[in-house]
Antibody
């Protein structure tokens, strides 16, 4: 049974840094694209980054490019998001999710999310 | 202009049907995409419902009732989620999604009220 658990969310000041983690279980982690998606309070979903199974391919939304870095440790079934230069508009629940490249890029499983609040 | 546009809200009565639309930006032809649909209830992550590319190429999420179905309207350049026999538990926000230009793109979501 697929399980994704995010951690690391916190209250941080503007300009600060934070590292989110996502621990995966129930599937062969290295076989899958992994994704970070966020949802600002009372707002919609925004894809922000993904990593291919072997980390060869990564991509970022323009809103976070140059500030956020995605990485993964396949030996530990873990996905990370290093967030630097945080802004108030980065306040959101951050979801870790699994992407299926060979199913037209279906996102089939989501974690419960981790709340990041950027405020002075 | 956003790639995917959804009405912000929709109301319908129990037992009725609701049609939720997801309009693709001009120049982004719906026939070339698989449109995915997700349901999100307050305090929970989105859950995959189904996807639709054509009548012969559509997927239903595991455990998703058949009263949830998808279609496209090529003339309107839109994907549609149809929910028949509405139940109170269907009250939620529904998001459409496509894979576009090497990224996942979401619509803004439609909040469905069942009253």
């Amino acid at each position: 049974q697929v399980h994704l658990v995010e951690s690391g969310g916190a209250l941080v000041k503007p300009g600060g840094s934070l590292r989110l983690s996502c621990e995966a279980s129930g599937f062969t982690f290295s076989d899958y694209y992994m994704i970070w998606i966020r949802q600002a309070p009372e707002k919609g979903l925004e894809w922000i980054s993904y990593s291919s199974g072997d980390s060869t391919y990564t991509n970022y939304a323009d809103s976070v490019k140059g500030r956020f870095t995605i990485s993964r440790d396949n030996a530990k079934n873990s996905l990370f998001l290093q967030m630097d230069g945080l802004r108030a508009e980065d306040t959101a629940v951050y979801y870790c999710a699994r992407g299926l490249r060979f199913f037209d890029w279906l996102i089939d499983y989501w974690g419960q999310g981790s709340l990041v609040t950027v405020s002075s | 202009q956003a790639v995917l546009t959804q009405p912000s809200s929709l109301s319908a009565s129990p037992g009725a049907s609701a049609s939720l639309t997801c309009t693709l930006r001009s120049g982004v032809g719906v026939e070339t995409y698989r449109v995915f649909w997700y349901q999100q209830k307050p305090g929970s992550p989105p859950q995959y419902l189904l996807s639709y590319k054509s009548d012969s190429d559509k997927w239903q999420g595991s455990g998703v009732p058949s009263r949830f179905s998808g279609s496209i309207d090529a003339s309107a350049n839109a994907g549609t989620l149809l929910i028949s026999g509405l139940q109170s538990e269907d009250e939620a926000t529904y998001y459409c999604m496509i894979w576009h230009s090497s990224a996942w793109v979401f619509g803004g979501g439609t909040k469905l009220t069942v009253l």
